[in-house]
């Protein structure tokens, strides 16, 4: 993981519970809470293109930084 900023696309996100996961452009799944949304609102549109940071983060690794294309 080198911090570089990597593209795909909000494959879930469930609001109750603040989780969801990103299907990266490579096919990896990568799940994230929603306190990694860059614009500080907590919620995402599932179906929108992103961009993110890969981090490890309670013993997995979770895409941080997310920001809409």
Known sequence: MSGEFVEGSVESFDDAAGL???LLDDGTRVPFH????ADGTRHIETGIRVRVRLAFRVARVEAVDIEGL
Do not use: D, F, Q
């Open 20 to 22: 969801g996961t990103v």
């Open 34 to 37: 929603c306190v990694s949304i």
